[in-house]
């Protein structure tokens, strides 16, 4: 069974293909939901479309909504997540530009898209579909805390932004091309519109969502793996509480500890240093032995999109030493992340 | 200024005084929203009443709502504080009968009260109010992690109910009393009910909950304290995520473990040891650190409500000399609590 698969309801519901919009995005790690459906769901998109401040792009073909409708997209997708999930008024007129071109919007902000007057009232003079997918769903539990059947592998970060859903995504297609049966567990807008479902779990009550972690990786056969997509990072000042919570829920066996070589601060964040890589290792495990008492580390996925090969495969090199775990950046595969599979499924 | 006050805002919009609700409980513990009004607001409480299976009581004469009107009551308080606020099938009778008798109803659990269709069609017909006060304010930014002014104080515990809130109420009251300018903060129902304002924090969305800390406890004068209820424990299987998160939003300078002598698992959660207090200290000084690096630890609060004076004291001196630092009962009040009062505000 193929771990990433084409979205198997919501993609049923959600008019394709996309028109990615970008807003006025200056800072690529803001546009994470727009790369990560450039990368992962790369034939449902058409191209991008931003206000004219943005100097972030995906490489897409630039369309503005016309053209794009032109070419077959149905839905434009804020491909935007920014901190506080917030829909800024200079995006307006370009979202407006969708609906007048006779393009749907989905957004996964924590803004609601038909609680902006100027939306209502375009949808509905056009009859446009206003879609949010950071709903969570309803009839969530309290965490029991009781284990599980079945395995689980959670990412978690250094910081946000960094490759945790990348990570998951590909060791879940890793895992399913070794035979091994697992699902792709999204907890973010991005990896919901990827997967097809999931939670996302930073909008869920904070009472509620270890016990949507729990609902996100429900038992399983004894050899089956839910990867699943981390979010935020036990160290962030705004987030831990949205990470420990995930941690808890998910009960993992196995966490893979995912950074990005020479980011020193955290995102939006600048008075706050990152963790070392030990610290997160060690953390995690701490925290995580308290629902999960046999947790272990899988070993480290670094995010070197910045570094050419050479340099990156020095680097995992340096680091598997220094840190006695498996190192590799997933996205660039080889005897590396073939090893630091390997010691996820030991 | 006096840290606990009459409720200034709301206690002008909520109908007064209170007959208490108590569900069908048979577990003290979840009767605390009930005992921390008579404790801590007793003035405004006329009595108690309850479904027949309810084997918790507390205290204050039996009345039903016909007999609770008669005497001035103008509001039933749902006094319960279950697993998932929940408002189960069982209740409805009671609280339709309350209505009947003239009663508004007010409520703190997530479950909302004109939700459900019996006691909507009842209110409207009688003219009622419903209230359901675990509504977080709008509004709340994700968290800054920037350093407020002013001065903090945040419980935390081992464990869910057992004297959090007490606590805080107490050191606020004796900070008060010793001239330092001090308010307690509320971040649940009952304190909110009890203090007249605050946030329901385990009502925010999950990747809010740091930022309503933050709000709850904004820049203050230099001397100003303020004293924070905490919530969960960050050992906790369900609550952790919200623990951790009002940790690093309220930037506690000092915290304070409370903890029930004799309880060793997890209240709801009996597969699940409790931590040690030294453990609890490490982790909170540990987790806390992130936000506010010069967090320390001003003592330890047991709730010591089932054992006699003399077993008491005896228990704060073994502990003092073990754990090393102030440990007292706030409800029993003594040297042993001055000497806490004294250390929190050294």
């Not at 930073?202 to 969502?209: E, G, L, N, P, R």
Request: charged share 20%; net charge neutral; aromatic share 6%.
């Amino acid at each position: 069974m193929p771990s990433v698969q084409p979205l198997p309801s919501e993609s049923e519901v959600l008019p394709q293909p996309y028109l990615l919009f970008l807003g006025d995005v200056t800072e690529p790690g803001y546009a994470k939901t727009a790369f990560g459906l450039r990368d992962w769901a790369r034939e449902r998109c058409v191209g991008e479309f931003a206000c004219e401040a943005a100097t972030v792009t995906t490489g897409l073909p630039f369309l503005t909504p016309v053209q794009a409708h032109a070419q077959g997209a149905r839905t434009l997708v804020i491909g935007v997540a920014n901190a506080g999930g917030v829909i800024p008024p200079q995006w307006i007129p370009g979202l407006v530009q969708a609906l007048d071109a006779g393009l749907d919007i989905v957004s996964g902000m924590h803004a609601k898209l038909d609680e902006i007057p100027a939306l209502r009232a375009a949808a509905l003079r056009l009859g446009r579909k206003l879609i949010d997918i950071r709903r969570p769903p309803r009839g969530i539990a309290i965490a029991s805390g009781r284990k599980r059947s079945g395995k689980r592998l959670l990412t978690v970060g250094t910081d946000c932004a960094l490759g945790k859903k990348y990570t998951a995504l590909a060791l879940a297609r890793a895992f399913a091309a070794r035979g091994v049966d697992a699902d792709f567990r999204a907890t973010g807008q991005t990896g919901i519109l990827i997967a097809g479902g999931g939670i996302p779990i930073d909008a869920v009550v904070s009472d509620f969502a270890a016990g949507a972690a729990e609902m996100l990786s429900p038992d399983a056969a004894p050899d089956h793996w839910d990867v699943i997509e981390g979010q935020g990072s036990l160290f962030h000042p705004a987030y831990a509480g949205v990470s420990l919570a995930l941690l808890h829920g998910s009960q993992p066996d196995v966490v893979v500890v995912c950074h990005r070589p020479g980011r020193e601060r955290v995102l939006g964040h600048a008075d706050y240093f990152l963790p070392s890589i030990e610290e997160t290792i060690e953390l995690a495990l701490r925290l995580g032995r308290r629902t999960q008492p046999a947790i272990r580390c899988g070993g480290v996925s670094l995010n070197t999109s910045h570094l050419d090969e050479r340099d990156a495969l020095r680097l995992f090199e340096a680091e598997r030493e220094r840190l006695g775990c498996a190192v590799a950046d997933p996205l660039r595969g080889g005897a590396a992340f073939e090893r630091l599979v390997t010691d996820c499924l030991a």
